[in-house]
């Protein structure tokens, strides 16, 4: 089995090209299923598709397969709030699940992620930042988070931020914006103290 310290899991290839164009590809199979990884040096990627099934599925290859240290989720999210502008990158302190309030503490960062089942459209987008106190969404950090968890690994999330408003993420736009920034990305690992992902259910004492 091929070890690599860091692992990180996207929904598409187009949303970490910059990051990825001079990484080796290997493609294999897990448990049935194809999926395409890139590597460089102690670092793995691997694109799981859109959603949550796809992101779980991901998750668990990329674990079995590489045996990493730290969990990342990488790619786009949609701005919910006015001060994160295009392009910018978040580091979410909490990736909140939207279908159950279930939250997983990353031990880094600042801010609140949620994961919400599909993508949200300007309503949807008000109510998560009311519900959540979010500034930001996507669909598929809470299963990774819940992935790395289950095999008591830690877990983070770097995600770049479309605009706030839209039906839903501007690829093109962010991509074009934001392509300088994820060619740069970085993925430290999380503090030592955050040894593995901690979640908190609704009713457990956090703060919304």
């Not at 300088?180 to 040894?195: D, M, T, V």
Request: net charge positive; glycine share 10%.
């Amino acid at each position: 089995m091929v070890m690599r310290k860091v692992a990180m899991v996207a929904a598409l290839e187009r949303e970490v090209k910059p990051l990825i164009r001079t990484w080796r590809r290997t493609d294999r199979e897990y448990q049935g299923c194809h999926f395409r990884f890139f590597e460089n040096d102690s670092t793995v990627l691997v694109c799981g598709g859109i959603g949550e099934q796809p992101a779980r599925r991901a998750t668990e290859a990329v674990i079995a397969l590489f045996s990493p240290e730290v969990i990342y989720s990488v790619g786009f999210a949609g701005a919910l709030n006015a001060t994160l502008k295009m392009g910018d990158i978040l580091l979410p302190r909490q990736v909140i699940d939207a279908r159950d309030g279930s939250r997983v503490d990353t031990g880094e960062g600042q801010g609140a992620l949620v994961s919400f089942p599909s993508i949200a459209d300007p309503r949807q987008k008000s109510e998560l930042a009311r519900a959540y106190s979010a500034q930001a969404v996507d669909m598929e950090a809470a299963a990774v988070a819940r992935g790395a968890q289950a095999r008591g690994l830690r877990f983070a999330a770097v995600q770049l931020c479309a605009v706030r408003g839209r039906a839903s993420l501007d690829v093109e736009a962010c991509g074009g914006t934001g392509a300088k920034q994820c060619a740069r990305l970085e993925c430290p690992l999380p503090p030592a103290g955050n040894s593995r992902a901690r979640s908190q259910r609704p009713g457990d004492g956090e703060q919304r």
